[in-house]
């Protein structure tokens, strides 16, 4: 089975971004649209793997959901750390890391002008969230000082790389 390259981040870090243009501009590989699975709700960890794998495109941006209740993002996590889900070894995690600042930068450029208090409370979780994503990854994509054709071939080279290894592994 293919491996697909799930981008994880902040919000406003160039995930779906990122997942759209190089899936030729499909939504299909965006969470955050995803029914089931979206924005609104904390899915469960196996229905958001699952979700990743059913997709028709080889990009996914994964939604940035943080819960302590064993789902979303700490529930991946969790199973990773413990190799309890064999589908996870069909997930290569690539962490698009922004700094704070260039995050809140970003946000004002998405949303026009809101107020620093409410971008310190949007990323108030911001050193918890960077720690998880890190336990998480398998590489990771500075994105600062980068244009968003920087990143998105700095994210293929990697699933070339990931490609190539899995090529082998397949013929045995």
């Given at each position: ?5 799930a981008?994880?981040g902040a919000s ?5 971004t990122?997942?759209?243009?190089l899936?030729?501009?499909s939504n ?9 699975v979206g924005?609104?709700r ?5 229905t958001?793997i699952q979700?990743?794998l059913?997709?028709?495109v080889?990009?996914?941006a994964?939604?940035?959901h943080v819960?302590?209740?064993?789902k979303?993002l ?19 995690f690539v962490?698009?890391i922004a700094?704070?600042?260039d995050?809140?930068v970003?946000a004002?450029?998405?949303?026009g002008?809101?107020?620093?208090a409410?971008?310190d409370?949007?990323?108030r979780?911001?050193e918890?969230d960077?720690r998880l994503f890190?336990e998480?990854m398998?590489d ?9 054709h920087?990143?998105?071939a ?5 699933a070339?790389r990931v490609?190539?290894?899995q090529?082998?592994a397949?013929?045995?």
């Amino acid at each position: 089975m293919k491996t697909k390259v799930a981008l994880i981040g902040a919000s406003f870090s160039g995930k779906s971004t990122c997942a759209r243009a190089l899936n030729s501009d499909s939504n299909d590989g965006d969470m955050d649209l995803g029914e089931g699975v979206g924005a609104a709700r904390c899915p469960e960890s196996a229905t958001m793997i699952q979700w990743i794998l059913d997709r028709s495109v080889a990009y996914v941006a994964v939604s940035v959901h943080v819960e302590d209740d064993g789902k979303g993002l700490r529930g991946l996590r969790d199973l990773k750390r413990e190799r309890a889900d064999g589908r996870l070894a069909q997930i290569h995690f690539v962490y698009l890391i922004a700094t704070k600042e260039d995050l809140k930068v970003r946000a004002r450029e998405k949303l026009g002008k809101p107020t620093d208090a409410k971008l310190d409370e949007h990323f108030r979780g911001y050193e918890r969230d960077d720690r998880l994503f890190r336990e998480l990854m398998d590489d990771i994509v500075d994105v600062k000082g980068k244009t968003r054709h920087e990143v998105e071939a700095e994210v293929q080279t990697i699933a070339s790389r990931v490609l190539q290894r899995q090529a082998p592994a397949q013929a045995r």
